[in-house]
């Protein structure tokens, strides 16, 4: 009897000390150093090379598997605002608004992937596998829409040959270049590369160092992508011979080198299944992090939670490189938008129900270091619950102090009163005032695929945004396109003024079938000088 006893009793502390078991610190140590498999430096500028025909291929990019891991509270998001008094309009100064890459210079690809960063002179939007450049003052086209894989031809390889994916464009503030990134693959997913281009100037038309990185058989799907001091980090989700999903992968690629166009490492980390969809701190503006800083990543962790992780590299000595965490940060409870089978965003008819990706952190993870904190904002797709609501909010958090003692500064959740339209696919950043802009898609069943912003200023209320700005009114709904959109947006700022916001998304301007609209529109708070 007192056996039993003290069984059930130990039992008992167990089953109470299960939350904070689960949320101990790891350390991970002795990451896989890979070598890269090729690295040159394009002989020509970008602009005067001979570009690549689009692939005769399929023209739907690889569906991406679900979290196995569902977030689901079965409550109404607790942040969700239902107001009667007008809210002033977000107030900002419209500058640039213009048509980016649309569906018949990116070779006709769905989901457009649709992503934009912002440099010293220029804009460089990506599109699936089309890259393009603009003038950042007048939105004057300096390179027309162009196969990316012309970029990496040097290389040789899958780069050069195989199948392209997940572009993802960045600017290298701190060293004034440009960092673009794909994923490539051939038809029976049984080889993988990553292809990095790191620009020679800040001049996006002009010459690379390139470099390519063997992932075998393990697909390192929806990658990401953060610029930090001492180096670019890589995350992925890996799906072996583009099977089922086997964790997400964290890497570290050897920034100096690739500056300067030497052979370069990287150092990865594999994860189990219990992580996805690592998002990797990309910094803003001009203060670096606190010297030694880890780079700080994100991922759901449940409808309560997220999990905050720190990879500190060393790649002089690999063996001192470690991935720690989690630090789980405890936030409103929310359910993926979706979470059933991640397609549910009504469009007017005849449009086909669209993807939320609910069941991840949207790119980016902004980071930004000012003089008495740290602070990195984030967003995701949530479901608001309720009576008569949308389909789906844009959740956003801002984080402080990360480095030291990781907090929950402020969070709130866009959308979802009754009769609103569905938000999702958003993207968020912060200027160097601490002011915050959340650009997203809309939709219902009356209200066509619409772009559309909100933000706020640090004297507003905590949690809360201003009234929305439309971008751009949608004049068509997407059919017949396997009810993919998107896959991501980006939210980026100028590093000139630490002031300017550019957004990039998708629409449809008519009726049809893979024939999407991307749109770049800039703006600035107007106390933002």
Not at 163 to 191: C, E, H
């Amino acid at each position: 009897m007192k056996l039993d006893q003290a069984r059930k009793k130990l039992g008992t502390i167990l089953f109470l000390l299960t939350p904070f078991l689960a949320s101990a610190q790891q350390v991970q140590r002795n990451p896989t150093v890979v070598h890269e498999t090729a690295h040159t430096t394009t002989p020509l500028a970008f602009r005067d090379m001979k570009p690549v025909p689009w692939h005769n291929t399929s023209k739907v990019m690889v569906e991406h598997d679900r979290n196995p891991v569902r977030h689901i509270s079965n409550m109404p998001d607790p942040l969700v605002r239902e107001t009667t008094t007008a809210v002033p309009s977000v107030g900002t100064t419209s500058l640039l608004n213009f048509d980016g890459i649309n569906d018949a210079q990116g070779g006709g690809f769905v989901p457009p992937d649709t992503n934009a960063s912002v440099g010293s002179t220029q804009v460089v939007e990506t599109v699936n596998v089309a890259y393009a450049v603009y003038d950042k003052t007048t939105g004057a086209q300096l390179l027309a829409p162009t196969n990316i894989q012309t970029l990496y031809t040097p290389l040789g390889g899958q780069c050069a040959t195989g199948n392209l994916s997940d572009p993802v464009a960045t600017y290298d503030k701190a060293a004034g270049r440009w960092l673009i990134t794909m994923i490539a693959f051939n038809n029976t997913f049984t080889q993988s590369n990553s292809c990095i281009a790191v620009s020679t100037t800040s001049d996006a038309t002009g010459t690379y160092h390139l470099y390519s990185f063997a992932f075998g058989r393990n697909l390192p799907d929806y990658p990401k992508v953060g610029v930090w001091p001492d180096a670019y980090y890589f995350t992925a989700n890996t799906f072996p011979n583009g099977g089922s999903f086997t964790g997400a992968k964290t890497c570290a690629l050897d920034r100096t080198n690739m500056l300067a166009g030497n052979a370069a490492t990287m150092q990865c980390f594999q994860r189990t299944r219990a992580d996805f969809s690592l998002l990797p701190a990309d910094l803003d503006g001009a203060a670096p992090p606190p010297t030694g800083a880890p780079n700080y990543q994100l991922e759901l962790a449940s409808s309560t939670k997220l999990n905050l992780f720190k990879f500190h590299v060393d790649f002089a000595v690999p063996s001192n490189s470690t991935f720690t965490g989690p630090t789980q940060l405890n936030v409103a409870a929310f359910t993926d938008a979706c979470a059933a089978t991640g397609t549910c965003i009504l469009q007017p008819s005849p449009g086909e129900p669209l993807d939320s990706l609910g069941d991840r952190l949207m790119y980016r993870l902004a980071y930004r270091n000012f003089a008495d904190h740290e602070a990195m904002v984030v967003t995701h797709s949530v479901k608001p619950g309720g009576t008569g609501g949308a389909l789906s909010a844009c959740r956003w958090y801002e984080i402080r102090n990360p480095g030291t003692t990781p907090t929950i500064f402020q969070q709130g959740t866009v959308g979802g009163g009754t009769g609103s339209v569905a938000k999702w696919m958003g993207s968020i950043a912060m200027d160097k005032n601490g002011d915050i802009a959340l650009g997203y898609s809309k939709s219902n069943s009356t209200v066509k695929p619409s772009i559309e912003y909100v933000g706020r200023i640090p004297t507003d209320a905590k949690g809360s945004m201003e009234s929305a700005k439309l971008i751009i009114a949608g004049g068509g709904v997407q059919q017949s396109s396997f009810n993919r959109w998107g896959d991501y947006s980006s939210m980026a700022i100028d590093p000139t003024d630490d002031c300017t916001f550019w957004y990039a998304q998708e629409y449809y301007k008519t009726n049809g079938s893979f024939n999407f609209r991307t749109r770049l529109a800039s703006f600035k708070f107007t106390t933002c000088n």
